[in-house]
């Protein structure tokens, strides 16, 4: 079933809307927004509850308990979260650009995402382990591939 091609973001239900998360984890990423440009940086230090080798929050349904900053992602915010990278699969749909061919609804597992390297498998450190944020700025989060 392609309930994304079919179905208004608006309309989804929640397991549906949960579906759409690729599970790439860059939505976890630090970001660093300067203060005089308001230019946004992502770097590859990724928030403690992350587990680095799924790409998954360890503590997802009280992420907001350890991680009271977190923020949902919702069919309401969606066009004001200008720090989510072009490739997440909410902000494609809400574009109107569909879903990505390593999607994990499209290929039916994650793997075509991690072997596409759109997934922060093996490239980030745990916030807990960091000093300095601005010495890990990195680009691939950046990266949108079809």
């Known amino acids: 079933m392609t309930f994304w091609k079919d179905t208004p973001l608006i309309d989804m239900t929640q397991e549906q809307w949960e579906q759409l998360c690729d599970g790439c984890g860059k939505c976890c990423l ?3 927004i300067d203060d005089e440009t308001e230019q946004l940086y992502y770097t590859n230090v990724a928030c403690h509850l992350l587990n680095h080798q799924s790409c ?8 907001f308990e350890f991680v009271p900053q977190c923020t949902a992602i919702t069919v309401d915010n969606i066009a004001s979260l200008t720090w989510l990278p072009d490739s997440c ?4 749909l809400y574009e109107g650009r569909g879903l990505a061919s390593w999607h994990p609804l499209i290929t039916g597992s994650k793997d075509a995402m991690h072997k ?12 807990k382990k ?3 944020l601005e010495d890990h700025i990195v680009l691939w989060p950046l990266v949108d591939k079809d």
């Open 30 to 32: 630090n970001k660093i």
């Open 56 to 63: 998954r929050c360890e503590k997802y349904p009280q992420r």
């Open 89 to 92: 699969s909410y902000k494609r």
């Open 116 to 127: 596409a390297g759109m997934s922060v498998r093996k490239k980030v450190k745990n916030e």
């Open 130 to 132: 960091v000093k300095w």
